[in-house]
């Protein structure tokens, strides 16, 4: 199996983290897994070799690269940094070394042009999508995202390819599953004293900052205690750490966290991200406020909203504006537990071992 994937402080590290997810799925069924990346800045190339993983770089992004042919270009184009066709020349290089059996590719800037020209090197080629915004030339498409449906890929996808569509696909790492019981449980009787800040690894625009500041507003009980978990390369991790030295509730900043599911169970609320972190929070049932921090969010946003299982800031302007008023209307057990109940029907933690067990399949 070969993964196409990418992180950058741009692109943020979602897209290579699910990877490394459903990498993990398909080992344990005796797949030999290799991932292909570029060396964006804020790169997770160490992060892939440490969990037991090959890895093959493609070299840093160009600094006077050449855009996309005109009629070709794509709305993330950027995030390449490359030429679709400079892409795929040097991947199939390796993929010719490695003959695969699967090629999984997860990247926004990538689209039919470029998985055509690399399926000569590979059996089988699956796509994992958000955006539904491109053609597609594959055998297999995942798309996890609430409010999705087939009908979104019509005239986008060869008659041929098979769709995994919804939640029930989500790709979760397995302490998910193996958490949500007991973090259900616990949304029975808890009361909103540990709030969780996760603005995921980058946080390019210091959401976390801004909802530190905003915070202090708020009518909070004393005894509250409040996390922020970061990546150790975001930007303006320093000035999270100082604003915490000054919030009125005790508030500890960590990074580069291994725990993230038991941290998610043990919160009460959780201040988010949205994003593929959106479903690992309503498989455990953790009430949830979804900050929107890029557009590609959006849609998924407003339909976990519309469901009821997020309080929603569509914007990290507004958290100043909408985020006091958000934390009072989930400040008492009724709330919570209602949200929770709500959240928890979409997701239950096996969505990797579907994928996975659907890609042994038609390796058979």
Known sequence: MVFRADASLQIGSGHVMRCLTLAGALKAKGAD?????REHPGHLLELIRSKGFSSHSLGASASSRQQSQAGSRLEY???????????????????????????????????AVWES??????????VIDDLANRRHECDLLVDQNLGRTSTDYVG?????CDLLIGTQYALLRPEFANLRESSLVRRRTSQLRHILITMGGVDQVNATS???ESLK????????????IMGLNAPFLPDVIEIAKRMPWPTEVFYNVTDMGERMAAADLVIGAAGSTSWERCC??????????????RSGAYAMKKSGCVELIDH????????????????VHSALRKMSEKASRFVDGLGVQRVANKMSFNNE
Do not use: M
Not at 85 to 110: F, G, K, M, T
Not at 156 to 160: A, G, T, W
């Open 33 to 37: 897994c290799h991932f292909v990346c």
């Open 77 to 111: 184009d950027d995030w390449l940094g490359a030429t679709q066709d400079q892409d795929s020349e040097r991947c199939s290089e390796i993929l010719a070394l490695l003959e695969p059996d699967w090629l999984v590719i997860d990247h926004y800037a990538l689209d």
């Open 117 to 126: 020209s690399v399926r000569k090197n590979c059996s089988r080629l699956l």
């Open 156 to 160: 986008l996808i060869n008659p041929s």
């Open 210 to 212: 801004a909802i530190l």
């Open 217 to 228: 507003s708020c009518s909070i009980s004393p005894d509250c205690y409040i996390s922020v």
């Open 284 to 297: 455990l049932g953790v009430p949830t406020i979804v900050v929107v921090l890029a557009d590609n969010q």
């Open 316 to 331: 990290p302007d507004r958290i100043p504006d909408l985020l006091p008023s958000r934390v009072i209307s989930l400040s």
